[in-house]
């Protein structure tokens, strides 16, 4: 359920930033910025609202729950509350990050995903950004309220990969990060970190 009466914070935030503030009258806040390519957006850090990030422009790497999550244009991450996590820029970014108070239950599952980014939510989100803290403050808060409802069933996308310690693993993952659109098939990755393909699939599977 939305409260009636919601306060747009997007801009307006402590130094934390919107992601430490538990206000479930502010369900949704958000945040924009650019940054360089190779920039950390953040070091390692876990906050109590849900995180789904999204870059208008440029490819993002979330590093969580034990693998590297990519997030072109076409696609979001969706970080679940206090779940540690590192943002990178893969290149130059231009990001709208949203965020989610806890007392909004039952959004998705409890685990990191790759979201794929529907016209309907980049317009949502595009929309909420340039309303701006000044907007009108209903539309803000029905708004809000779709952009909960349309994130709920936002399509998952396999746009994660492993970040294991052997070095051929290590390997195959560098690569597929540096080219994120390449159509290598399982044996010629194998080739490639010099092992078996059955070897890889493990590595993978662990």
Known sequence: MMPNDIEFASFIVPEDGPGWIIDSARPVMAKAQRWR??????A???HP??????AEEGILRVHSCGAHWLAP???????????????VMETDVSA???YIDPSVTN??????E???????????????RALGPTGNRERLSRLSGVIIDELAVLPTAPLSLPAGSDPRLARVTNRLLERPDDRANLEELARFAGAGARTLERLVQA
Do not use: D
Not at 107 to 112: I, P, T
Not at 114 to 128: H, S, W
């Open 37 to 42: 390519a190779g920039e950390i957006g953040r």
């Open 44 to 46: 390692p850090h876990a």
């Open 49 to 54: 609202r849900g995180q789904l990030l999204w």
């Open 73 to 87: 244009t076409s696609h979001a991450v969706w970080i679940p509350g206090n779940i540690t996590h590192e943002v």
């Open 96 to 98: 709208c990050f949203i």
């Open 107 to 112: 959004l998705r599952g409890l685990h990191c």
């Open 114 to 128: 790759v979201l794929y980014m529907t016209p309907l939510m980049r317009q949502l989100l595009l929309r909420f």
